[in-house]
């Protein structure tokens, strides 16, 4: 069965930086596409960034370029997303994603009928 688990999420102030964790189990993701995706209140789910494992290549939206950084460690199966200059309208559940595979991302790594398996979710709040 597979899960994916995110963790580090929390409260900061605006300015400040988080990391976030997403740790698969029960498969590895060789040729995937993992994206985390986020919602706020009121809101629809919407894409941050994805990273496609086969090639290492990434995509962003554009409210987190130049802020925000995803990266793989595939010895720990963890997907981290690094989020510096964090702003109010970053507050939301955050979620990690992973397709099937074979997909390379494409068209639309922020189409959430894309991803097959998703995390529970881990709430990032920035204060102003």
Same mark, same amino acid.
């Given at each position: @069965?597979?899960?994916?688990?995110e963790?580090?999420?929390?409260?900061? @102030?605006? $300015?400040?930086?988080?990391?976030? %964790?997403?740790?698969?189990?029960? *498969? =590895?993701?060789?040729?995937?596409? #993992?994206?985390?995706?986020?919602?706020?209140? $009121?809101?629809?789910?919407e $894409?941050?960034?994805?990273?496609? /494992?086969?090639?290492?290549?990434? *995509?962003?939206?554009?409210?987190?370029?130049?802020?925000? =950084?995803?990266?793989?460690?595939?010895?720990?199966? =963890?997907? *981290?997303?690094? #989020?510096? %200059?964090?702003?109010?309208?970053?507050?939301? #559940?955050?979620?990690?994603?992973?397709? %099937?595979?074979? /997909?390379?991302?494409?068209?639309?790594?922020?189409?959430?009928?894309?991803?097959? *398996?998703? $995390? @529970?979710?881990?709430?990032? =709040?920035? %204060?102003?």
């Amino acid at each position: @069965q597979v899960q994916l688990v995110e963790s580090g999420g929390g409260s900061v @102030q605006e $300015g400040g930086s988080l990391r976030l %964790s997403c740790t698969a189990s029960g *498969y =590895t993701f060789p040729s995937n596409c #993992m994206g985390w995706f986020r919602q706020a209140p $009121g809101k629809e789910r919407e $894409g941050v960034v994805a990273l496609y /494992t086969g090639s290492g290549r990434t *995509y962003y939206a554009d409210s987190v370029k130049g802020r925000f =950084t995803i990266s793989r460690d595939n010895a720990k199966n =963890t997907v *981290y997303l690094q #989020m510096n %200059s964090l702003k109010p309208e970053d507050t939301a #559940m955050y979620y990690c994603a992973a397709d %099937s595979g074979g /997909t390379w991302c494409l068209p639309s790594w922020d189409d959430t009928n894309a991803y097959q *398996y998703w $995390g @529970q979710g881990t709430q990032v =709040t920035v %204060s102003s």
